[in-house]
């Protein structure tokens, strides 16, 4: 029996549309670097099947994905720079990926996105929400530097007062906070969140070709990736040295 399992990464197709699903109920759906790499071989099955139009992904259970897995993030904190900067880019090489998908991409958060699995869900290109999901930073509350470009897809969601707010702050955000911010596009309750996403997509479904043309016109005139970039270099040396520093209390 494994002591650290692995979220699987389940991917179904039907209709034109792909349904990627994080399953891990031991640790709420949370991401380590297997996770990140299944992640990783998904999109790049997705992106040269052709037939597909537009993804939606979302968690087993009652949580959409909890976060970068705790046993990962503690053993970073022994890590050398080098080795811990290799860590971080593996653990956040999924939601990157998954954010330069050919294909429109809608984030179905069906419960709790915490810290990278919130960075997963901005990295769509919408968001529909559970009304009773809740949308936490998760990184300065527990003493950790945001990572991934966090503040950065915050803010490019929902400008720099909820970036502030969630990411300096660590204020919770609910389902139906979140539409209001502009988070999400919408918050229907949880056992209607399949069909809404399927209803969001469905068109696109049934035109793959042209889904395929609006996500790039997306991506060159609205999306800006070398902001993305930026944000994610500056974060990782910060959230590197908030890993590796000492407590106050090993110091004295």
């Known amino acids: 029996m494994l002591t650290n399992p692995t ?7 039907a209709d034109g549309i792909a349904w990627i699903t994080l399953d891990g109920p031991d640790t709420r759906n ?18 040269t099947d052709l037939s597909v139009g ?11 994905c909890s ?3 705790t046993a990962v993030l503690s053993s970073l904190r022994s890590a050398r720079a080098d080795q811990g900067y290799d860590g971080l880019d593996v653990l956040y090489a999924g939601f990157r990926r998954f954010a330069a998908l050919t294909v429109p991409t809608v984030a179905a958060v069906n419960g709790a996105a915490v810290g990278a699995g919130l960075n997963l869900a901005l990295a769509a290109d919408l968001r529909l929400v559970a009304q009773d999901a809740v949308l936490v930073s998760g990184f300065a509350a527990i003493g950790i530097h945001p990572g991934g470009g966090h503040l950065h897809l915050l803010a490019r969601a929902a400008g720099s007062r909820t970036s502030s707010a969630m990411g300096l702050f660590a ?4 389902g139906a906070q979140a ?3 502009g988070l999400a596009w919408g918050a229907v309750p949880a056992a209607d969140l399949r069909s809404a996403a399927y209803d969001m997509v469905k068109h696109l479904g049934d ?3 042209l889904a395929r043309a609006l996500k790039a016109d997306l991506r060159l005139t609205v999306l800006d990736s070398t902001a993305w970039e930026r944000a994610i270099e500056i974060e990782r040396a910060r959230q590197m040295w908030s890993l590796t520093r000492r407590t106050k209390d090993e110091t004295r």
């Open 171 to 174: 204020r919770p955000v609910t």
């Open 54 to 64: 537009a993804v939606v992904i979302t968690g087993a259970g009652r949580a959409f």
């Open 30 to 47: 949370a991401l380590d670097a297997q996770a990140s790499e299944n992640l990783l071989a998904a999109c790049d099955r997705i992106d």
């Open 207 to 209: 035109d793959p070709a």
């Open 7 to 13: 979220t699987r990464i389940d991917v179904e197709t």
């Open 67 to 69: 976060g970068a897995d």
């Open 179 to 181: 539409v209001d911010l």
